[in-house]
């Protein structure tokens, strides 16, 4: 079992700032991947960002170049730096771990608000 807790979201202004950090307790030695989706109303959630534990990130089209995803793995935390920020960025983020052996097995965070005004 692994339990994330999520700190940071809130409101800005369009071009505005936030960063949004994810803290993993429990069986952290079986993280794989630590990330960032997002949902907004009426969509189904998406991916933002994900980093593996050698520190390598991927990142959405939607936010390369904006945002940085960071991961610490001595403390067990993942942070997404979201810089530029836009109303379509608006949604409910989510901290997302993969602690799967022979496929993806996801623990999820309670989620945190981010809501971008134009």
């Known amino acids: 079992q692994v339990q994330l807790v999520e700190s940071g979201g809130g409101s800005v202004q369009s071009g505005g700032f936030l960063r949004l950090s994810c803290a993993a307790s429990?069986?952290?030695?079986?993280?794989?991947?630590m990330g960032w989706y997002r949902q907004a109303p009426g969509k189904t959630r998406e991916l933002v960002a994900f980093i593996n534990k050698a520190g390598s990130p991927v990142y959405v089209d939607s936010v390369k170049g904006r945002f940085t995803i960071s991961r610490d793995n001595a403390k067990s935390t993942v942070t997404l730096q979201m810089n530029d920020l836009k109303p379509e960025d608006t949604a409910v983020y989510y901290c997302n771990v993969d602690t799967g052996l022979d496929g993806p097995y996801y623990y999820w965070g309670q989620g945190t608000q981010v809501t971008v005004s134009s």
């Open positions: 429990g069986s952290i030695a079986s993280i794989k991947t």
